[in-house]
């Protein structure tokens, strides 16, 4: 009598691992991308019908704006500019386990929402990625040094040197720029880093 055998498959190669997650955090990053587009595209032909969706302060009805607000832009400006940050910022924080990307940025999205909403100015209307992206710059330039990984503490110190003047939008200098959402988004996302932190 013969009885057949099975063998385990060996663990993937490290470079393979760093492959499939380049991969995946690629794939995560055009998907949101191209969400974003097809939100305002949609928004642009319904006569702005999203722009609705925006962040009014202080309104107990408006907190379920809060995620929603996240994805809106008012115009193709206001989002080409959020794009290519948010892509590269997002891809490099996606290379750490898609998992713990879905948790920091529910984190900063929340951050941000809530600070606008408790603090933007009466009568305004918000939304944006902007809030994101800052916060995933704070998590890229704390990650390392929290979770004492010197790989991503050289990651962090190149965004902070490639990006590091956005700093200056958290400061209330131009007139229609949700300062509130950039500086809680940036809270959101150094906080993110400390309660997603990786064992070494």
């Known amino acids: 009598m013969s009885y057949g055998y099975t063998s385990p498959l060996p663990p993937p190669a490290p470079a393979e691992r760093r492959r499939d997650r380049a991969k995946a955090a690629g794939l995560i990053m055009v998907g ?47 989002l080409i500019a959020n794009s290519m940050p948010l892509l590269v910022l997002g891809f490099l924080a996606a290379l750490s386990g898609i998992r713990r990307f879905a948790a920091v940025v529910a984190t900063i999205v929340l951050a941000s929402g809530l600070g606008v909403w408790l603090t933007a100015p009466a009568y305004s209307v918000t939304a944006g990625a902007s809030g994101v992206v800052f916060g995933l710059f704070g998590y890229l330039l704390v990650r390392g040094f929290v979770d004492r990984r010197i790989g991503d503490v050289v990651i962090g110190l190149l965004v902070g040197a490639v990006y590091g003047s956005i700093l200056w939008g958290v400061l209330p200098t131009t007139d ?18 400390f309660a997603f932190r990786r064992a070494r």
Do not use: C, K, N
């Open 32 to 78: 949101w991308l191209a969400l974003l587009w097809l939100l305002e595209a949609v928004d642009v032909a319904s006569g702005h019908a999203l722009d609705t969706y925006g962040i009014s302060p202080r309104e107990f009805t408006e907190l379920r704006d809060v995620i929603p607000a996240a994805f809106l832009h008012y115009g193709w400006d206001h």
């Open 176 to 193: 229609g720029i949700s300062w509130q959402g950039h500086l809680f988004g940036l809270v959101g996302g150094v906080v993110a880093a």
